[in-house]
């Protein structure tokens, strides 16, 4: 379906991203975690709000690719990585061959042995496996997306359009069950809602690193919204981002400074290029930034792992 977004010169300046870091650093309270800095392997702490809401309407807004530093050289990476997992991806292997090339530190021989996993195997508690192939008591596997698409064309008033990337018996932690996943899903719970001819989406997210994480995920859900606007023949309308725990590393914080101290330009837009029949078809090389002014790179920003 063709559509049109609002020019560039005439899109308003949004602070959703400023906000949230500031909001974290003043009202969030610190809690310990597992993880250590990726460079000195000392043992890190988050500071943490509970319940966080952020919601754009790309056509009018652009796509919210921040602006506060420049992501220009990964973004592509967030999109393979989505659409990697949509494809079925579980392994780091499948991961780049979809151009996704950052899941190493988390599946380290040592991390994948813990979990009973073959090294570079997130494992079939995974995003790839839930989505694409969530395992049912027959032994037979169910496509999500493929079913979801399916259930949208066939019936769009309904309001339970809904893609979960859980698989519980995989991710739970106890004295009965053994985790089989290197990193639980942090984000992935999707619902889709049609209104007349326009696809709203909401992604919900139960852990979020701030300055890390989400600026790739911001990126990769307004892709997934384009393309399955694309592919239902509808308008993309809203993305909401819901958030249980976002969270900023203590090896983080002094870069959240800076960030809030960044001045913001409006957000770009994300152009998607190439038209397919299939979701399944989409990948990083469909999508172009256009009008994308952001800050200087920002070097060095340390990880949790």
């Known amino acids: 379906?063709?559509?049109?977004y609002k020019p560039y010169e005439k899109r308003q300046v949004l602070?959703?991203?400023k906000a949230l870091l500031k909001d974290i650093l003043e009202n969030g309270q610190d809690n310990p975690c597992a993880m250590v800095d990726n460079v000195t392997g000392e043992p890190l702490f988050t500071r943490e709000r509970f319940g966080v809401v952020s919601r754009f309407n790309?056509?009018?807004?652009?796509?919210?690719?921040i602006t506060e530093r420049d992501i220009s050289g990964f973004y592509k990476s967030a999109i393979a990585e989505l659409f990697g997992f949509i494809n079925g991806a579980h392994t780091d292997e499948e991961l780049r061959k979809y151009g996704c090339k950052f899941w190493g530190p988390w599946v380290t021989e040592k991390k994948c042995q813990k979990r009973g996993l073959e090294q570079g195997d997130i494992g079939p508690g995974s995003y790839g496996s839930a989505f694409h192939d969530f395992p049912l008591p027959d032994g037979n596997s169910f496509n999500q997306f493929q079913e979801i698409i399916k259930q949208m064309k066939e019936r769009p008033e309904l309001k339970a359009h809904f893609i979960s990337p859980w698989i519980p018996y995989y991710t739970i932690r106890n004295k009965d069950y053994k985790q089989k996943v290197t990193v639980v899903p942090c984000h992935g719970w999707i619902h889709f809602n049609i209104i007349k001819d326009r696809l709203n989406m909401t992604m919900f997210q139960r852990s979020c690193d701030t300055v890390v994480g989400l600026p790739s995920n911001w990126t990769q859900y307004s892709a997934l919204l384009l393309a399955m606007s694309d592919v239902m023949n509808l308008v993309p309308g809203e993305f909401v981002h819901m958030i249980s725990n976002a969270h900023i590393y203590s090896n983080s914080m002094d870069v959240a400074e800076e960030l809030i101290n960044r001045k913001t330009n409006p957000f770009p837009t994300l152009k998607l290029v190439k038209k397919h029949e299939s979701i399944f078809e989409y990948g990083k090389d469909d999508f172009e930034l256009e009008d994308y002014h952001p800050q200087d790179k920002i070097k060095n920003i340390?990880?949790?792992v």
Do not use: T
């Open 1 to 4: 379906m063709n559509y049109e």
């Open 15 to 17: 602070e959703q991203y």
């Open 58 to 65: 790309i056509l009018e807004d652009g796509a919210p690719i």
């Open 302 to 304: 340390r990880l949790g």
